[in-house]
């Protein structure tokens, strides 16, 4: 996936999701910047991510990132990567150990715009993330690694007691969705 396949992706998922049409065209306004894959890029840049599941969609995997204090998927930075499904699943393997999860599917899950805080002397600034649905079993061993404090699985009808952010709830419903409609 490159650039242009990520601007055509993100057209399919507005088709889909018309209520974040706003935030699809906020991400092909990026799109239009030569270095928009850089961490380095202000005042924002492309992250990919990794949402995932159990094979019966009811748990998911999250990370107690250290930096941030709060439970989220397991992604990063593009570092210049244009295939942010490549990012989300290197992202995925470094922060979480999993060698087996498998990409559930091809196409963008989620977005979502959000604000990352000053650090150090790096500016507050925008992560424009890119989302894919994994699935993983829970028997798969998972290891820590510098960038959290602590992994687990958490049960969806828990989640909103390890993070209540709107685009993680978001995430939740989608996959409830998915459930109804696979299973």
């Known amino acids: 996936m490159d650039r242009h ?16 049409l706003l935030l699809v065209t906020q ?35 999250l990370v107690h990132h250290a930096k941030l204090d709060k439970w989220l998927q397991p ?7 244009e295939n942010v499904m490549n990012v989300a699943l290197k992202e995925l393997q470094e922060e979480t150990g999993l ?5 559930n599917r091809d ?4 977005i979502d715009i959000h604000t990352i805080p000053e650090r150090d002397s790096f500016p507050e600034h925008l992560h424009y993330d890119v989302r894919f649905l994994f699935a993983a079993n ?10 959290s ?9 828990k989640l909103k007691k390890y993070n209540n952010e709107k685009s993680i709830l978001r ?6 969705h998915l459930n109804a409609i696979w299973n």
Not at 171 to 176: A, G, S, V
């Open 75 to 81: 992604g990063g930075h593009a570092d210049g990567n």
């Open 5 to 20: 396949q990520l601007e055509e992706e993100l057209t399919q998922y507005g088709s889909f999701y018309p209520e974040e």
């Open 27 to 61: 991400f092909k306004t990026l799109l239009k910047h030569p270095a928009c894959f850089n961490r380095d890029h202000l005042p924002g840049h492309i992250t990919g991510s990794a949402w995932i599941a159990n094979p019966y969609f009811t748990k998911v995997l």
């Open 149 to 157: 404090h602590d992994i687990q699985w958490v049960n969806l009808s």
């Open 171 to 176: 995430m939740k419903e989608k996959l409830i």
């Open 99 to 103: 060698t087996r999860a498998k990409l």
């Open 107 to 110: 196409s963008i899950f989620d």
């Open 138 to 147: 829970e028997t798969d061993p998972v290891a820590i690694n510098h960038e």
